[in-house]
């Protein structure tokens, strides 16, 4: 579950730290207490604080300090330096951000029922028999750094509420376009790079 959420393109940084799971440099320890770090921190709709002052503006969405700070650690924890680190984490959040305020004024949702669906399908995918031990031994790595591992699938399912409505835009958008005839796998890609892009323009996000 959690490679398919890599393939559309845009996903939640805890998801896609698969991408590097073949990597030896990835440090999932570390990048497992940067999430424990967000997930104890009281929620933007209760309480801001300094970190999480708007550092670019879009049309629709804004993107926090705080959300750039996350993403650059975890594309330190990837072997970037923390300049290249901090670039792709505002380009990150530029498209998290534009596809979520697009999934949403397109009608799309998720339910806690969903949501919890979802999940419990992500735990059987990691740790089933046909996952190899060293993928499972890295995600009990990450996981091990919360108190439990209830806290870690509670903080999964915070995300998930943005997540998944964007992965289901996704499906659609790609079920759309494989339905013509002339589709074909490297056409998806550049159709889909260039549905974000245009995407993060009509944001016209401000520093």
Wanted: glycine share 6%; charged share 30%; with cysteine.
């Amino acid at each position: 579950i959690i490679c398919v959420a890599c393939l559309i393109g845009i996903c939640s940084i805890s998801a896609i730290a698969s991408e590097y799971s073949e990597s030896e440099s990835f440090d999932f320890s570390g990048w497992g207490q940067t999430l424990k770090n967000v997930a104890e921190k009281p929620s933007k709709s209760r309480s801001r604080t300094a970190a999480d002052e708007t550092l670019v503006q879009g049309k629709e969405v804004a993107i926090s300090e705080s959300d750039v700070d996350m993403g650059t650690q975890f594309y330190q924890a990837a072997g970037f330096t923390e300049e290249e680190a901090r670039e792709q984490s505002v380009e990150y959040f530029k498209e998290y951000e534009a596809m979520y305020a697009e999934a949403i004024a397109k009608g799309y949702s998720a339910t806690d029922e969903e949501i919890e669906g979802y999940l419990e399908e992500m735990k059987a995918s990691i740790f089933s028999d046909t996952t190899d031990e060293t993928t499972q031994a890295q995600y009990r790595e990450m996981i091990g750094q919360f108190d439990s591992e209830e806290d870690y699938w509670n903080y999964e399912k915070e995300v998930y509420r943005k997540q998944l409505p964007i992965e289901k835009m996704v499906r659609d958008l790609e079920r759309e376009y494989f339905g013509q005839e002339s589709a074909d796998e490297e056409g998806w890609d550049e159709y889909f790079e260039n549905y974000k892009a245009d995407l993060v323009r009509k944001q016209n996000y401000q520093n």
